[in-house]
């Protein structure tokens, strides 16, 4: 993943890179998230980098696409995504109250499948669940906030 993302290479001021690593599924996956800071709050991200050992492939097309998916989904939640409850009744009413990513706004997602002969693990989700902390841990790198709620609009951030 360093090489992969050029970790050790700096960035400009204002831009920051994040880093996220763990087993999700029985697979062992890492994130770099890359973002430039826009103004006060503004969020415009750069550079998403997914490493993933799943075990044995026997489908990287398909590995690759659930991965991108997933990180895509994640990053949605991880930026946006709140349902907000009052007096016990959900006030969103349909997704044109629940943000999410749209098109335009997404990153492209290079992934990075790791050779095993290894038992297969698990990829349907295995991207959603790294790319939030290593969000924040980019927004802090390029920002200086630690950010320790999502989704990051709670902290007046916002996708440019």
Same mark, same amino acid.
């Given at each position: ?19 996220? =690593? ?9 994130? =770099? ?9 503004? /969020?415009?991200?750069?550079r998403l980098v997914t490493v993933v ?9 398909? =590995?690759?696409?659930?991965?991108e998916g997933g990180t895509l989904f ?8 709140? /349902?907000? /409850? ?26 990075? /499948? ?21 969000? =924040? ?8 906030d630690r950010v320790r709620q999502l ?10």
């Amino acid at each position: 993943l360093a090489e992969q993302s050029n970790w050790g290479d700096p960035l400009p001021e204002g831009r920051g890179r994040g880093l996220a =690593v763990g087993e999700v599924f029985g697979s062992v996956v890492a994130t =770099v998230v890359e973002l430039s800071a826009v103004g006060d709050k503004g /969020i415009r991200i750069d550079r998403l980098v997914t490493v993933v050992d799943c075990g044995l492939v026997t489908n990287p097309t398909s =590995v690759k696409a659930q991965m991108e998916g997933g990180t895509l989904f994640g990053l949605s939640a991880a930026l946006f995504n709140e /349902i907000e /409850i009052e007096q016990g009744q959900v006030q969103q009413e349909n997704f044109h109250e629940y943000r999410q990513l749209r098109m335009g706004e997404a990153p492209s997602v290079e992934v990075d /499948i790791v050779p095993s002969a290894e038992a297969p693990g698990g990829v349907g989700e295995a991207g959603t669940a790294l790319i939030g902390p290593a969000l =924040v841990n980019a927004v802090h790198a390029a920002f200086g906030d630690r950010v320790r709620q999502l989704p990051l609009t709670r902290s007046g951030y916002y996708i440019v």
